[in-house]
Antibody
Framework: QVQLQESGPGLVKPSQTLSLTCTVS??????????WSWIRQPAGKGLEWIGR???????NYNPSLKSRVTISVDTSKNQFSLKLSSVTAADTAVYYC????????????WGQGTMVTVSS | SSELTQDPAVSVALGQTVRITCQGD??????ASWYQQKPGQAPVLVIY???NRPSGIPDRFSGSSSGNTASLTITGAQAEDEADYYC????????????FGGGTKLTVL
């Protein structure tokens, strides 16, 4: 079965770029009709969709974050990545990667999440 | 602010039925998906589409939709159903972007 695992620094300084990677195991990131997505959740708050990349490589981003977000895919490593620039304390959150099924628009598989703190 | 609106908290007596709602203009055109999140865990998909349950989700979970409101119903709530529940659908901009509701904290009494 397909599994997702986030990785990356747990601490990022203000104004720097947050970089996370999601490794897909148990299946190919290139197969099927899926959107590979990033979602975050500040402590004690709700889920916020960040953006997604389709199997073809096309991307969509949350308008509120669009100017700072880049999502890319590395099919050779079966990974996709998130870069969020110019971070502030407001970007402190648990970051999840998830698979969104194109046909149903549902996020059917989630990573366990990784906590990222923005602090000097 | 979210384009999908949920009640912040709902409670239900053990074994009774509870409905959790999600309102938004986009729900007139698109189905909602529902996720259960327990403390310290990643969300889990419980309902998608018109009323579909992923493998392993108990049949006491069901979904429905009417107008601009989607609902998640738990028939015979169990103690283990106490969790946060989030709805998700596309936004109303026409760009088919994803959006989540603010979440509902379900307490089983």
């Amino acid at each position: 079965q397909v599994q997702l695992q986030e990785s990356g620094p747990g601490l990022v300084k203000p104004s720097q770029t947050l970089s996370l990677t999601c490794t897909v195991s148990g299946g190919s990131i290139s197969s099927g009709s899926y959107y590979w997505s990033w979602i975050r959740q500040p402590a004690g708050k709700g889920l916020e969709w960040i953006g997604r990349i389709y199997t073809s490589g096309s991307t969509n981003y949350n308008p509120s974050l669009k100017s700072r977000v880049t999502i890319s895919v590395d099919t050779s490593k079966n990974q996709f990545s998130l870069k969020l620039s110019s971070v502030t304390a407001a970007d402190t959150a648990v970051y999840y990667c998830a698979r969104r099924v194109a046909a149903t628009s549902a996020f059917d598989i989630w990573g366990q999440g990784t906590m990222v703190t923005v602090s000097s | 602010s979210s384009e999908l609106t949920q009640d912040p908290a709902v409670s239900v007596a053990l074994g009774q039925t509870v409905r959790i709602t999600c309102q938004g203009d986009s729900l007139r055109s698109y189905y909602a998906s529902w996720y259960q999140q327990k403390p310290g865990q990643a969300p889990v998909l419980v309902i998608y589409g018109k009323n579909n349950r992923p493998s392993g989700i108990p049949d006491r979970f069901s979904g429905s939709s009417s107008g601009n409101t989607a609902s998640l119903t738990i028939t015979g709530a169990q103690a283990e159903d106490e969790a946060d529940y989030y709805c998700n659908s596309r936004d109303s901009s026409g760009n088919h972007l994803d959006v989540f509701g603010g979440g509902t904290k379900l307490t089983v009494l």
